[in-house]
């Protein structure tokens, strides 16, 4: 098993920036890769982004290329959302996941069923 911890949500006005973390523990070394997922109200979980735990390859939802950076730290098992430029349509709660396989398909990375682990999330208010 793995456990996944978030951390680092919080209320921001448009155009500013928030950093999310995500702190994995348990059985780690199984852990290929991770990603961000979010909800917002009345609508479906999205994909955000997610990287590859030892190329660091990196896959964004075209919402959020040039805005958002994901990154993760190997020594910590801990996964970063660098959000800069934050809009309204933002507002949402993040979801950190973890996924035990390698995916075969670049395509994968954006699935949800891809991923075996959930953190709690963590809610991201954008205000006007």
């Known amino acids: 098993q793995v456990q996944l911890v978030e951390s680092g949500g919080g209320l921001v006005q448009a155009g500013g920036s928030l950093r999310l973390s995500c702190a994995a523990s348990g059985r780690t070394f199984s852990m290929y890769g991770m990603g961000w997922f979010r909800q917002a109200p009345g609508k479906e979980r999205e994909f955000v982004a997610a990287i590859s735990w030892t190329a660091a390859s990196t896959y964004y939802a075209d919402s959020v290329k040039g805005r958002f950076t994901i990154s993760r730290d190997t020594g910590k098992n801990t996964v970063y959302l660098q959000m800069n430029s934050l809009k309204l349509e933002d507002t949402a709660v993040c979801y950190c996941?973890?996924?035990?396989?390698?995916?075969?398909?670049?395509?994968?990375?954006?699935?949800?069923?891809?991923?075996?682990?959930w953190g709690q999330g963590t809610q991201v208010t954008v205000s006007p």
């Open positions: 996941a973890a996924t035990s396989r390698l995916p075969r398909y670049e395509s994968r990375w954006y699935i949800a069923d891809t991923y075996d682990y």
